[in-house]
């Protein structure tokens, strides 16, 4: 197994990690324990993905998808997540001309613990 961190605190060895699939569009992203991350993909429709690392392969899981303001963070608080939605295309100026802007959201989702 690949150990990321080595003992005295110095990143361990580069390598490429394969995952079962493809990551859409990823953005926010968070260590989750000690072989896990928590990320979110802003590709419709949207997702909260857990990525498990076991050496050079990662076992991505589908925590929660439909985030239709597109998913841009990731935060945990306990056992909780909290993604934060941007609403990008009012951001950068690529909205329908008579789209009005919401209010910003954070949607919470149990992950339990890593």
Known sequence: MCQFIQDDGHAGPISEIVLERSIQQPDGMRAFGKNELLLVESAAPGRLTRVT??????????????????????????????????????????????????????????????
């Open 53 to 114: 690392l076991e050496g050079d392969s990662g076992k991505v899981a589908t925590v929660k998808e439909g985030y239709p303001e597109g998913p841009v963070s990731v935060t945990v608080v306990g056992t909780t997540a909290y993604v934060l939605e941007g609403q990008l295309a009012i951001l950068f100026g690529q909205a329908a001309p008579n789209t009005v802007e919401q209010p910003y959201r954070a949607t919470a989702v149990e992950v339990g613990r890593p």
